[in-house]
């Protein structure tokens, strides 16, 4: 005798036929289609750039003649490169100073606008220097610090008969940095300032009731509620360091030639290395130099967010 056993629910063994509700299902099928266009564009001009760019680093190459390996020698020849190195060193000090000077200036200009009632105003003037080249800032600067300039002009009128010499090659890196930082404020304050927007005015409230300052309430409300923000504007400053070039470019080379030796930034090296009549060309250099500073600032931004997470804070 017989005993029929009960059909099994669900799928047998083998069954591959995708689960979900008929809407997943055309997600499903429509992911790649939808997808595959930008990943196409993506590796044609990202990915395979950088990988061709990784492979010329191993090579000698003046861009007509046919490429030669030599293995790690355009790396090892970098670390002896004073040229490179002094790059570095400017990028560096870019980074660090500006960046200290851009995050001093940018918190003190968002506590005093958070204080004032029409500072939207305020805010797009400051953030109107992000729309211009910085090419516009260095020859704004270069008319305004010349030596026959609006500044030492109006410091003529105050009695000074040796103004300093702003534009000298000894005085480029400093002043470099400063149009750095005037160019970058308006950004990074327009960015903070979002941040702290979103900080409940009950919380300085209480502040106040406790009895605490201006600097009381930026160290105790401002900076721990806005951590984050402050975060993600480190790491876009840190990101963009390593492109600063137009602005060197122009100041030091105003005379139709290069800059100095001493106002390099690694962006400036990768050209000259590349481009530059005054050496002999070699896109092998050139690669490896942008790699090595490409990897340098990967682990300083890796490094930046380590050093700078917190547990997140809960706003009620």
Same mark, same amino acid.
């Given at each position: 005798?017989?005993?029929?056993?009960?059909?099994?629910?669900?799928?047998?063994?083998?069954?591959?036929?995708?689960?979900?509700? *008929?809407?997943?299902?055309?997600?499903?099928?429509?992911?790649?289609?939808?997808?595959?266009?930008?990943?196409?564009?993506?590796?044609?001009?990202?990915?395979?750039? $950088?990988?061709?760019?990784?492979?010329?680093?191993?090579?000698? @190459?003046?861009?007509?003649?046919?490429?030669?390996?030599?293995?790690?020698?355009?790396?090892? %020849?970098? !670390?002896?490169?004073?040229?490179?190195?002094?790059?570095? &060193?400017?990028?560096?000090?870019?980074?660090?100073?500006?960046?200290?000077? $851009?995050?001093?200036?940018?918190?003190?200009?968002?506590?005093?606008?958070?204080?004032?009632?029409?500072?939207?105003?305020?805010?797009?003037?400051?953030?109107?220097?992000?729309?211009?080249?910085?090419?516009?800032?260095?020859?704004?600067?270069?008319?305004?610090?010349?030596?026959?300039? $609006?500044? %030492?002009?109006?410091?003529? @009128?105050?009695?000074?008969?040796?103004?300093? &010499?702003?534009?000298?090659?000894?005085?480029?890196?400093?002043?470099?940095?400063?149009?750095?930082?005037?160019?970058?404020?308006?950004? =990074?304050?327009?960015?903070?300032?979002?941040?702290?927007?979103?900080?409940?005015?009950?919380?300085?409230?209480?502040?106040?009731?406790?009895?605490?300052?201006?600097?009381?309430?930026?160290?105790?409300?401002?900076?721990? #509620?806005?951590?984050?923000?402050?975060?993600?504007?480190?790491?876009?400053?840190?990101?963009?360091?390593? &492109?600063?070039?137009?602005?060197?470019?122009?100041?030091?080379?105003?005379?139709?030639?290069? *800059?100095? %030796?001493?106002?390099?930034?690694?962006?400036? =090296?990768?050209?000259?290395?590349?481009?530059?009549?005054?050496?002999?060309?070699?896109?092998?250099?050139?690669?490896?130099?942008? #790699?090595?500073? !490409?990897?340098?600032?990967?682990?300083?931004?890796?490094? !930046?967010?380590?050093?700078?997470?917190?547990?997140? $804070?809960?706003?009620?």
């Amino acid at each position: 005798m017989t005993t029929a056993l009960p059909a099994r629910s669900g799928r047998r063994r083998g069954d591959r036929r995708a689960p979900g509700s *008929p809407m997943e299902r055309a997600q499903r099928r429509t992911f790649w289609p939808f997808l595959a266009p930008a990943l196409v564009v993506f590796t044609l001009f990202f990915v395979a750039p $950088i990988g061709f760019s990784v492979w010329l680093g191993f090579q000698s @190459w003046d861009g007509v003649g046919e490429a030669r390996g030599r293995g790690l020698r355009n790396y090892t %020849n970098l !670390l002896h490169d004073q040229l490179f190195l002094t790059s570095l &060193k400017n990028t560096t000090l870019i980074l660090l100073v500006g960046g200290a000077a $851009i995050f001093v200036v940018s918190f003190a200009v968002t506590v005093l606008l958070r204080e004032m009632r029409d500072r939207n105003l305020v805010r797009y003037v400051l953030f109107f220097p992000v729309l211009v080249n910085p090419l516009v800032f260095g020859v704004m600067a270069g008319l305004l610090f010349r030596p026959d300039g $609006i500044v %030492n002009t109006a410091i003529g @009128w105050l009695g000074v008969d040796d103004p300093p &010499k702003w534009l000298a090659e000894q005085n480029l890196m400093t002043m470099i940095v400063g149009v750095t930082v005037w160019a970058g404020t308006g950004y =990074y304050t327009t960015i903070l300032m979002s941040g702290v927007e979103q900080i409940p005015t009950t919380y300085y409230e209480a502040a106040e009731l406790d009895g605490a300052g201006p600097w009381g309430r930026f160290r105790h409300v401002t900076l721990p #509620l806005s951590w984050d923000v402050v975060t993600v504007c480190a790491l876009l400053w840190t990101i963009s360091t390593v &492109k600063v070039f137009e602005l060197v470019l122009v100041f030091g080379g105003s005379t139709g030639g290069m *800059p100095p %030796n001493s106002t390099y930034t690694t962006a400036l =090296y990768v050209y000259e290395s590349a481009f530059s009549a005054r050496t002999t060309r070699d896109f092998g250099v050139s690669s490896a130099a942008a #790699l090595v500073s !490409l990897v340098l600032i990967a682990l300083v931004a890796v490094l !930046l967010r380590r050093v700078m997470r917190r547990d997140a $804070i809960q706003l009620s």
